[in-house]
């Protein structure tokens, strides 16, 4: 089947939000964060110094990649996506780029990338790999610099303005050359068919840059769709504003809704607004009829499991869909 054919049949997918940031799990020295999960390290503007000595406490022993496939598959999704590096710039597989890493830097020591992918072809589901392409807290050129202070945050940004708070002298094309281009290398080629790479918010790259990178995956990956993340105004298909959930039928060509399952993507042991099964499904009814696939997000937690609430109510999806 044609790729855009397959996304178009697709309807219903599974994203994951996993990293280091499981383990703060929405707070931080006595604070709590009323924002996303996966922003902890932007929220409280902790030193990367600090940030990435959580690394040795990363365990997660609980993690089985089979499970993970398997509740995806019972609930009735044919593709995953997961985070092989958030704007943490903490790689969740074995990269050869930059030590920060799961394999290298963590007690763990797996490959949950490589694991996960695996598990996809045995139990027959598309797999897929967001990258954060654009921002990247570890690095002293990473990007967002030129966005400003927009997310309600107070004084934080988009970019590492902490560690790194020279602004006007930060060149994100250092940062794209030494790591963002080798690491998507290293997604692509390191894990078998991708049925998508799931890019994210584009604010620093270059128009050249973005279309770099989409060749890049056209290249080693020809039946890799990617989203419209990638900027510029480029990518195979176009991923909605997060949660957003659109009245109108799309025009010809290929949609997604990315929406999280409560009210975080990464893990925040105290948001317990989950989303019912009769929700879930009337939302993805909802959009499939509009032409949008449903990216349903969950954020497992810092020892690998799937929260219990979103086990429980995908497989509540499953058998009602069944």
């Given at each position: 089947?044609?790729?855009?054919?397959?996304?178009?049949?697709?309807?219903?997918?599974?994203?994951?939000?996993?990293?280091?940031?499981?383990?703060?799990?929405?707070?931080?020295?006595?604070?709590?964060?009323?924002?996303?999960?996966?922003?902890?390290?932007?929220?409280f503007?902790?030193?990367?110094?600090?940030y990435?000595?959580?690394?040795?406490?990363?365990?997660?022993i609980?993690?089985?990649?089979?499970?993970?496939?398997?509740?995806?598959?019972?609930?009735?999704?044919?593709?995953?996506?997961?985070?092989?590096?958030?704007?943490?710039?903490?790689?969740?597989?074995?990269?050869?780029?930059?030590?920060?890493n799961?394999?290298?830097?963590t007690?763990?020591?797996?490959?949950?990338?490589?694991?996960?992918?695996?598990?996809?072809?045995?139990?027959?589901?598309?797999?897929?790999l967001?990258?954060?392409?654009?921002?990247d807290?570890?690095?002293?050129?990473?990007?967002?610099?030129?966005?400003?202070?927009?997310?309600?945050?107070?004084?934080?940004?988009?970019?590492n303005?902490?560690?790194?708070?020279?602004?006007?002298?930060?060149?994100?094309?250092?940062?794209?050359?030494?790591?963002?281009?080798?690491q998507?290398?290293?997604?692509?080629?390191?894990?078998?068919?991708?049925?998508?790479?799931?890019?994210?918010?584009?604010?620093?790259?270059?128009?050249?840059?973005?279309?770099?990178?989409?060749?890049?995956?056209?290249?080693?990956?020809?039946?890799?769709?990617?989203?419209?993340?990638?900027?510029?105004?480029?990518g195979?298909y176009?991923?909605?504003g997060?949660?957003?959930?659109?009245?109108?039928?799309?025009?010809?060509?290929?949609?997604e809704?990315?929406?999280?399952?409560?009210?975080?993507?990464?893990?925040?042991?105290?948001?317990?607004?989950?989303?019912?099964?009769?929700r879930?499904?009337?939302?993805?009814?909802?959009?499939?009829?509009?032409g949008?696939?449903?990216?349903?997000?969950?954020?497992?937690?810092?020892?690998?499991?799937?929260?219990?609430?979103?086990?429980?109510?995908?497989?509540?999806?499953?058998?009602?869909?069944?």
């Amino acid at each position: 089947m044609d790729k855009r054919e397959w996304f178009k049949s697709a309807k219903f997918g599974m994203m994951i939000h996993w990293g280091l940031y499981s383990l703060p799990a929405g707070e931080w020295k006595g604070a709590r964060m009323p924002y996303i999960g996966e922003w902890v390290q932007q929220y409280f503007r902790i030193p990367n110094a600090e940030y990435h000595a959580l690394a040795p406490a990363f365990n997660p022993i609980l993690f089985n990649a089979d499970e993970w496939v398997q509740l995806a598959v019972g609930a009735g999704m044919k593709y995953m996506v997961i985070t092989s590096k958030h704007h943490d710039g903490f790689a969740m597989y074995h990269s050869k780029v930059s030590k920060l890493n799961i394999v290298d830097a963590t007690p763990f020591k797996h490959d949950v990338i490589g694991e996960l992918a695996e598990a996809c072809r045995k139990h027959g589901i598309k797999f897929g790999l967001y990258y954060s392409q654009d921002l990247d807290w570890s690095e002293p050129n990473g990007g967002g610099y030129t966005r400003g202070k927009t997310w309600g945050r107070g004084s934080a940004g988009w970019t590492n303005d902490w560690d790194f708070p020279d602004n006007e002298n930060k060149n994100y094309t250092q940062c794209y050359e030494a790591k963002i281009k080798p690491q998507v290398k290293e997604i692509l080629t390191q894990y078998g068919d991708l049925c998508l790479i799931w890019f994210d918010t584009p604010t620093t790259l270059s128009l050249e840059q973005s279309k770099e990178l989409a060749d890049m995956v056209h290249k080693y990956q020809p039946n890799c769709l990617v989203n419209s993340r990638i900027g510029n105004g480029m990518g195979d298909y176009r991923s909605m504003g997060d949660n957003e959930i659109p009245d109108e039928t799309m025009p010809e060509g290929l949609f997604e809704s990315a929406c999280t399952i409560n009210d975080t993507w990464g893990y925040k042991s105290f948001d317990n607004n989950w989303k019912s099964a009769d929700r879930i499904i009337e939302l993805k009814e909802h959009l499939n009829a509009r032409g949008l696939n449903y990216l349903l997000n969950v954020g497992p937690d810092y020892l690998g499991r799937i929260p219990a609430p979103s086990v429980e109510v995908l497989r509540q999806v499953g058998q009602r869909l069944s």
